[in-house]
């Protein structure tokens, strides 16, 4: 095309005005450097926000149905959770058993026990499924054996609970009801495994036990209170919970792992919603500087162009030379960008470049997880400031009047 011939014989020829080609190669760089910080920072908020959902979800189901007011279990789980289980995107219906206490061997530490079915199946947790040391074969014993107990990596190095051993108890702290109150129960049990989830807290607080030993430490009958739906969409959690109320009844509630996790959900989506934003003024700042460029083009090419208007070239045209100027310039920029930024988050996820403390953050590194989505409109923005950028120059290159410009030539 002839405009496009001509933007580029603008862009690769010798300039009277060094400057014009420095704020060129600046406007550039600015382009790239925006591009490249906004896949990077939304690499990080995607990386903590994917790494948080796994993280729960290697602990808890997808949707979780329990008592509205806490009375001691739910009546008829096991009919409800056979309803449950006919519903659409549900590939499991699961009953399970919270309760809290302490652990205690070296030190005494607040835990949160989950009793799990381990019959024939059953899905299992997703911290149960590959474990760090130990196995599960040691939760199937009898009946009047010590009960097992399967416990995060960094609450078995608190209590200094290893596999096999022994000397370990859970206490209740109100367990058994006496004529004089309440009193704490101390039942020892056995580490059978050593589970690793990645997230801090979940490795720090959390235990599994079979349903069986969890009502006997706890000194509960054969109850459960909880009832845990696996789906085959984690994204289906508010459908399925909305669909499971009028199966549950007024005196039971559907959570999902949405909800129940709301506030760090949350959290991300605002300060997606900042990291855009705030990076965002680099691009700005890159258009001021594509805008300052083709102006300066503009006035360095006046002759150029009156010549071009006076043999034939239209308005349309004149305003399309210095539009493609500052296409090529944006898309110069946004191809860097994209391909340094894509790059810096592939090796910074892969060798784990930022460590963390994850007894503060709850992750031992920064995760880098960058969606192909995120380039395709990142790209589409910075293509149109950069278009945006071009709309004055192109205007004002098309005001040059031929006869004056050339009177004294």
């Known amino acids: 095309m002839f405009e496009l011939t001509v933007a580029l014989r603008y862009l690769r020829a010798k300039r009277k005005q060094a400057v014009i080609s420095l704020v060129t190669v600046i406007s550039v760089i600015g382009v790239a450097a925006g591009v490249m910080?906004?896949?990077?920072?939304?690499?990080?908020n995607t990386g903590f926000r994917d790494t948080l959902e796994r993280n729960f979800l290697n602990a808890t189901a997808e949707v979780r149905i329990e008592e509205r007011v806490?009375?001691?279990?739910?009546?008829?789980?096991?009919?409800?959770?056979?309803?449950?289980?006919?519903?659409?995107?549900?590939?499991?219906?699961?009953?399970?058993?919270?309760?809290?206490?302490?652990?205690?061997?070296?030190?005494?530490?607040?835990?949160?026990?989950?009793?799990?079915?381990?019959?024939?199946g059953v899905p299992l947790p997703e911290a149960l499924v590959h474990l760090k040391s130990g196995s599960l074969d040691g939760m199937h014993h009898a009946p009047d054996a010590t009960p097992t107990i399967v416990i995060g990596s960094r609450l078995a190095e608190k209590v200094g609970g290893d596999t096999g051993k022994s000397g370990i108890s859970v206490i209740c702290p109100n367990c058994r009801v006496t004529?004089?109150?309440?009193?704490?129960?101390?039942?020892?049990?056995?580490?059978?495994?050593?589970?690793?989830?990645?997230?801090?807290?979940?490795?720090?607080?959390?235990?599994?036990?079979?349903?069986?030993?969890?009502?006997?430490?706890?000194?509960?009958?054969?109850?459960?209170?909880?009832?845990?739906l696996t789906l085959d969409d984690i994204y289906k959690a508010p459908e399925v919970a909305a669909a499971a109320g009028p199966i549950i009844g007024p005196k039971l509630t559907a959570i999902s792992w949405e909800e129940q996790n709301s506030q760090y959900l949350n959290a991300f989506k605002m300060e997606r919603i900042v990291t855009v934003l705030t990076i965002g003024l680099i691009q700005l700042v890159a258009a001021l500087n594509i805008l300052i460029a083709l102006v300066m083009m503009v006035m360095e090419k006046f002759?150029?162009?009156?010549?071009?208007?006076?043999?034939?070239?239209?308005?349309?045209?004149i305003r399309r030379i210095?539009?493609?100027?500052?296409?090529?310039?944006?898309?110069?920029?946004t191809s860097a960008g994209l391909i340094l930024g894509y790059t810096v988050c592939y090796f910074a996820n892969r060798y784990r470049w930022?460590?963390?403390d994850a007894s503060v953050y709850g992750f031992s590194f920064v995760p880098f997880e960058s969606h192909w989505t995120d380039g395709i409109w990142i790209a589409a923005a910075a293509m149109a400031v950069s278009l945006l950028a071009t709309l004055y120059p192109a205007r004002n290159a098309t005001r040059i009047a031929p006869v004056e410009a050339l009177r004294y030539e």
């Open 37 to 44: 910080a906004l896949v990077i920072a939304l690499a990080i």
């Open 303 to 317: 002759r150029d162009i009156a010549v071009l208007m006076s043999m034939g070239a239209r308005v349309q045209q």
């Open 179 to 228: 004529p004089i109150g309440t009193e704490p129960s101390v039942e020892p049990v056995r580490v059978s495994g050593i589970f690793e989830s990645g997230f801090y807290d979940v490795d720090a607080t959390w235990a599994f036990m079979t349903l069986r030993d969890t009502q006997r430490v706890f000194d509960l009958a054969d109850v459960v209170n909880a009832i845990e």
């Open 70 to 120: 806490p009375s001691g279990g739910i009546d008829g789980w096991e009919e409800i959770a056979s309803k449950l289980a006919t519903l659409p995107h549900v590939r499991s219906a699961t009953p399970a058993l919270y309760e809290a206490g302490l652990l205690s061997g070296a030190s005494a530490e607040g835990l949160i026990v989950k009793g799990v079915s381990l019959d024939p």
């Open 322 to 333: 210095f539009m493609f100027e500052g296409a090529i310039i944006g898309a110069a920029g």
């Open 354 to 356: 930022l460590h963390l």
